[in-house]
Each structure stands twice: as structure tokens, then as C-alpha cells.
């Protein structure tokens, strides 16, 4: 035998194990399928109340309601009082917790200090999109409405229209239960980066649901004419992403196009809001360079009886490390919640002294306009600020990016406190021009200090959103029983849990 036929042999021999085996996934894939695969739930438009989809997938949507575990307040003002300062002027610096489940997204919405005591359907303070990224009416409305006159008005006009927290419909087609795209603003981004959505693999498919929302994004002010002629304008859902989805890129675009969030109230400086890029950066990781998809991590399948499906109980992997982390790493359970507690700590300890920095950058700059310092002397600086809290909130907004992409979030949080300490560095100068070369920043140590530095008046805010609450708020879930868009049923065993009271 000479060698080419020893080399075919050996090849084939190799070969032929690899296509058993992965007809065998394939196989066990569509045996999944086809046991998950129950009746059409809705035969046209969107279908959002999560217990119409119950009946046909019942694991699936019995896994799902377990997100309603996940519902502690973990008020973060409190926990880092810089950020009350850093967010000066914004509505972040009025109430901001952690994520809980996707249960509660709805009404984490309706609660955070940050929307508001809307009393009508015209008043704000928040717009329309603001409810985006919070339930499956979303999609419904759209396809009704249409995606301009979604995104026009304001947040209170849509009040009685959601109903339901994330679900089913937010991620699925309601007639085939297939995944699904259900945000425009994903489909376009996709495009600029050259990617159409249509021939998405089916392993993609299982992040990209995700980067529906957890992703940055801006409101794009976007002029219509709507069929009546009448002449509007719509704050459309965009993502930055035309030159890429790095901080440095999208730090770039928002530049071009002179973009601002809001002007900070102490530095006066043109604030960037990182949203939170929790896609965009954990594709810089390993796990999404090697194609770990976020589902093999926070949705991975279970076994019931005969039955094998997704655990559609959406939370930290490190509750289920067996079903998640152990389909794929061999070591004990306690050496990876070791290892991604050593991640967290370095973040937090560099992410401590970058949110310090910015928040003293912040006041010293308050302090140098109050001296009189003039818009030439204090342009570049601002600039520092800018790019430098850009880059902290970009790395760390997500959550999970200490874990996603380590390497990523370090970096970032290391110019983040570059910049902050160059804004600082020039700041001491202007300061002694002004014969304030001693100058140190107010004590911002705990949250109510933080906030009054920062001008925010809790109580009021409070009482404000303890009466829309008790009135409007009320009137929405009425509403919405009676359009029969709202069942009761999902909503057993919801707790009503605030930073506030
Ligand atoms: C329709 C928008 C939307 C989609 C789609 C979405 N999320 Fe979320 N997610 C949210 C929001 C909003 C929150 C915060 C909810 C809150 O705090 O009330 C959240 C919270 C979370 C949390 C924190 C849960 C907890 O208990 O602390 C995790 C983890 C998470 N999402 C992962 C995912 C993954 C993985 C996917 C894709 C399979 C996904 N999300 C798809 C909007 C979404
Ligand atoms: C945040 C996005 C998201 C939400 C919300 C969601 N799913 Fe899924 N669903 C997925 C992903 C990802 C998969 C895995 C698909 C795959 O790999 O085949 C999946 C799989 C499924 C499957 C296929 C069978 C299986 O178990 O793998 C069914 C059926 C299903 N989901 C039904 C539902 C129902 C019913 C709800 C609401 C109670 C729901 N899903 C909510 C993302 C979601
Ligand atoms: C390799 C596994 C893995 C993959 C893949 C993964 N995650 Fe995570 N995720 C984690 C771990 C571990 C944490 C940290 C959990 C903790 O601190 O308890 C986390 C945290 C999070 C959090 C913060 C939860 C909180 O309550 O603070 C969100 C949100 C999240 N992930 C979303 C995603 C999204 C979206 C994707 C896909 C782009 C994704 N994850 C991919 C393992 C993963
Ligand atoms: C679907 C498979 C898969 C799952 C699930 C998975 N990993 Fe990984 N993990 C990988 C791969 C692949 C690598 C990269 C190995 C390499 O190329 O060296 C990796 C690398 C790592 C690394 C080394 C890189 C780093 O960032 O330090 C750690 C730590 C890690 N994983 C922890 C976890 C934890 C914790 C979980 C569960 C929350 C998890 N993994 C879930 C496949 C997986």
C-alpha cells in the first residue's frame, strides 16, 4: 500500500466518527425541536401576553416565570455614592439599582425615580422608547402603529399599552416559535457592520436575541410625516455602531456627529451615557471569540424526564455552574466561582478609583467656572471628562463585562482613569490661576451627601412617584385588564420592592 492510500484510510477512519457524532447532535437537536414544538400560538401579529404561550410550551415558560426570583433592590447610589456626582444633572443620579430578572423589567421601569410622575398621557418627563427594552407590547404596538409613531411622544402615552415584562415574543415568532429579531434598531446596526440578520447562524441567533437589548444605543431625533400629513418628530432607538462597536469607536461617532446626553449640571461638561454595551464588549472575550454563545451560559438546556429543552430562567450562571459552566470546563465548582470572584475584584478596585477620579474632576471643574475660568481654558478638559467617564461607564455599565471580557473591561477602566487624572493634572493649574491651588472637593461619601452635591431633591421625588403610583399607574393596569391585553395570571406572586420605600 503505498502511502496516499495509508493517509486516505487513516483520514476516512478519522472522518467517519466526526459525522456520526455530529449526526447524532443534529439528531438529538431535532428531537428537541420536535418534542418543544407545540401549536401555533398566534396565526398573525404578535402575541405578548407571556400565559397564551403556556399552554404549548409549558417548561418553557414555567423556567421563564423563575426570573421572578430574582427581585432585590441592590441600591447602587448607596453602594457608590461617586456615582450621584458623576451623574449630576441626569436622571441616574435620582435612582439606580442593579438588574433583577426579566420578570420585573416592566416594572422596574414604572418604578425608578428616573421616569418620573407622569399624571396624563402627554406629560413626561421621559420619552416613548424609553419602554424599548422592557416588554413584548413592544413589538405588538409596532407592528401596529408602526416604528416612527412608536418612538413619538411621550413614555406616559404608551402607559395602558405595556402589560407584559420580557417574554416570549421578545425573542420568538408567534406563529412558528422560532427566534426572532423583534427590534428594528438591532436589524439596522447589524447592516452598517455588515451583517444580515437573515442568514444569522443559529448559534448567533442564540446571542443576538440578547443584543436586541443589552446593547448602547442613542435616541436619534428623526423627522416624519405621518398619512394625515401632520409633521412629527420621533426619538428613534440607534445604535452606535456605523464605525464599529469598541468604546474608541463609538466615542468617535458620537464625536462626529457632536452627540451629547445631557450637559453635566456641576462641570458643565457634554456628557456621553453609556447604555449598556454588555454585547459589544463580550464579543472581545474568549468565550464569544470561541462562539460560546449567551445562551450556552444563561440559558442552557435541561433535562426533564425524557424531555431535554432550554431553562429559560434567565440569571447569574453562577446559580447553575453544573448546567452552564460544567458542559464544557472540568474544573471543581468552588476553582470557577473562585476564579470569577478574583475578576470582579480587580474590576472593583480599579473601577473605585476611576469613578473617585471622575467625580473630583467633576467638582474641581464646578469650582474653576465659579472662580471664572473661561470656556478656552477649560474646553480641553472637558474634553478629558468626556472621553474619560465614556469610557468607564462603556466598561463596566453592562454588569457582566468584568467576566465577558476581562482584558476589555481593564483596559477601559485604565484610560478611563488616565483621562480623569489628566483632566485633574490641568485642573490644578487653572485652580492656582485663580489663587485656588488648595482647593479640595466636598465629601461625597455617602448617598444623601452625594445627592445633595448633585442637586437632587429625593424627597420630592419620591412623594411625586408615590402619587402617580397610586393614580395613574393604576388606571394603566385597568386599562389593560380591560383591552384584555394584561392576565392577571402572570402576575401572581409579584413583589412591588423600591429603592424608595
Ligand atoms: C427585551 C429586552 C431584553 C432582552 C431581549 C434580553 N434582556 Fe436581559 N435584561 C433586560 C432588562 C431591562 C433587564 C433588567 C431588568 C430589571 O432590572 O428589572 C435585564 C436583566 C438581565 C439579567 C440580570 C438578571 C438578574 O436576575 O439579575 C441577565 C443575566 C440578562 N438580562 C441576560 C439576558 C440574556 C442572556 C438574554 C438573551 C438570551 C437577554 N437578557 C435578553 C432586557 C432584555
Ligand atoms: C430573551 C430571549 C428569550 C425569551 C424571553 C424566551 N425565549 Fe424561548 N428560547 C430562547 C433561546 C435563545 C432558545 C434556544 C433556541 C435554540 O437553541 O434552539 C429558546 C428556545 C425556545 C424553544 C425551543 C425548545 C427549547 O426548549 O429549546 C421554545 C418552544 C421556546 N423557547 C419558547 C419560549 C416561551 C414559551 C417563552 C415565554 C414564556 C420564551 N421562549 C421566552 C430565547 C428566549
Ligand atoms: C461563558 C459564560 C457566559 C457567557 C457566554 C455570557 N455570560 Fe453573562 N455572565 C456570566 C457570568 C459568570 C456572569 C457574572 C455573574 C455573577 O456575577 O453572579 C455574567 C453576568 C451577566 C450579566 C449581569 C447580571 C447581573 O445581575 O449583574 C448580564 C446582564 C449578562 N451576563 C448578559 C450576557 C449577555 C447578553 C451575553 C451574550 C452577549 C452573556 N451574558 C454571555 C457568564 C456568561
Ligand atoms: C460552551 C462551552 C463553554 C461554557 C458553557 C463555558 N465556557 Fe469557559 N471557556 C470555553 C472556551 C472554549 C474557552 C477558551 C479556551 C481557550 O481557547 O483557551 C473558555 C475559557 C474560560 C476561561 C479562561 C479565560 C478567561 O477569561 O480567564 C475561564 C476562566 C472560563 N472559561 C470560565 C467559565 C465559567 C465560569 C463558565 C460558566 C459561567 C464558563 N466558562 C462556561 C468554553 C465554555
Partial sequence: MNKYKLLTIASIAAIVPMVLLISSINGKAREREEINRGPVVKESGVESRNDAWARAYPRQYDSWKKTSKSDKIEDLLEKKPQLAVIWAGYG???????????????????????????????????????????SPDVPRVMDKVGELEFFTGKWAKYGDEMANSIGCADCHDSKTADLKITRPHLVRALKETGMDVDNATHQQMRSLVCAQCHVEYYFKKTAWTDEQGNEKTAAVVTLPWAQGTTAEEMESYYDAIDFKDWTHKISKTPMLKAQHPGYEIAQTGIHARRGVACADCHMPYKQ???????????????????????????????????VVKAKLDRKEQLMEIAMDNLAKAHLEAGKAWELGATEAEMKEILKDIRHGQWRWDYSIASHGSF???????LRLLATANEKAQTARLKLVK??????????????????????????????????????????????????????????????????DKTSYN
Fill in 304 to 338: 426533564e424526564g425524557a424531555v431535554k429543552f432550554t431553562d429559560h430562567h434567565i440569571q447569574s450562571p453562577l446559580e447553575n455552574i453544573a448546567g452552564s459552566c460544567l458542559q464544557c470546563h472540568r474544573e471543581s465548582e468552588a476553582d470557577l466561582v473562585a
Fill in 430 to 495: 487653572v485652580l492656582a490661576g485663580y489663587g485656588a491651588v488648595d482647593y479640595v472637593a466636598p465629601d461625597f461619601s455617602t448617598k444623601e451627601k452625594a445627592q445633595a452635591i448633585a442637586g437632587v431633591n429625593f424627597e420630592a421625588l419620591v412623594e411625586e412617584k408615590v402619587k402617580f403610583k397610586n393614580t395613574l399607574l393604576k388606571e394603566w393596569e385597568k386599562a389593560a385588564l380591560e383591552k384584555g391585553i394584561l392576565s392577571p395570571a402572570t402576575r401572581k406572586g409579584m413583589s
Fill in 403 to 409: 467576566f465577558h471580557a476581562p482584558e476589555e473591561t
Fill in 92 to 134: 441616574f443620579a435620582k435612582d439606580y439599582n442593579s438588574p433583577r430578572g426579566h420578570f420585573y423589567a416592566l416594572q422596574s421601569n414604572q418604578n425608578t425615580l428616573r421616569t418620573g410622575a407622569p399624571v396624563d398621557s402627554a406629560s413626561g418627563p421621559m420619552p416613548t422608547p424609553c419602554w424599548t427594552c422592557k
